[in-house]
């Protein structure tokens, strides 16, 4: 269950990470700067944040199922 914890972290630390440079791309790289690659780049980014995200929340599912399947196991 540890492990499961430490990669909902993980992928919570990247998803987050992953929001930071987002950001710091879209606000900071003026328009007139930007091409189709940098776009393309930011709307990726945009689609790997959703994927990590629903991933967390799978995890977070895991983990709680995990949880109370120890608690019932032990009870």
Known sequence: MGKSKQATETVQQAADDLAVVH????TQVPAEARNDEVDQALAQADQLQAELDKSVE????VTRT???EVKKSTA
């Open 66 to 68: 995990l949880e109370a």
């Open 23 to 26: 950001t710091v791309l879209d």
């Open 58 to 61: 799978l995890l977070h599912d």
